[in-house]
């Protein structure tokens, strides 16, 4: 039985990845040297459901902007949610935000977030 979920987790997981692979070119995580961390909250009587959909959309627009690697998002246990975003330098991280909010395709996403709860800030990728 044990070794049956392993197998159907494993193929779940190469099925995911095929798909998420042929949806985007993949840039290799080592080509960022800039981490943007955004922490938000949604706006009161948000559906993170709603938010969720929203965030998966946004994926086509930020593959469409230089610069851009790759992004996660993670839901902090106090509520609050958090992007992190890579990026291939801090130029072009800084030109993407005014971008992306005035991106027309970025409406129902913004939305849903509370401006006025967002914190924006950049760190350097080191290599070890």
Not at 79 to 101: D, I, K, M, N, Q
Request: charged share 25%.
């Amino acid at each position: 039985m044990k070794n049956t979920f392993k197998a159907l987790a494993l193929s779940a997981a190469m099925v995911v990845g095929a798909a998420t692979a042929s949806f985007a070119e993949d840039r290799p995580i080592t080509d960022a040297v800039i981490v943007e961390y955004l922490e938000f909250n949604l706006v009161d009587g948000s559906n993170p459901d709603e938010f969720l959909r929203e965030t998966l959309a946004m994926d086509v627009v930020l593959e469409g902007y230089d610069g851009f690697v790759a992004r996660h998002l993670a839901r902090n246990t106090d509520g609050s949610w958090v992007e992190v975003v890579y990026w291939t330098s801090l130029e072009t991280a800084e030109a993407a935000l005014p971008r992306f909010v005035e991106d027309p395709r970025t409406k129902g996403f913004l939305s849903l977030v509370d401006g006025d709860s967002l914190s924006v800030k950049y760190s350097n990728v080191f290599e070890f």
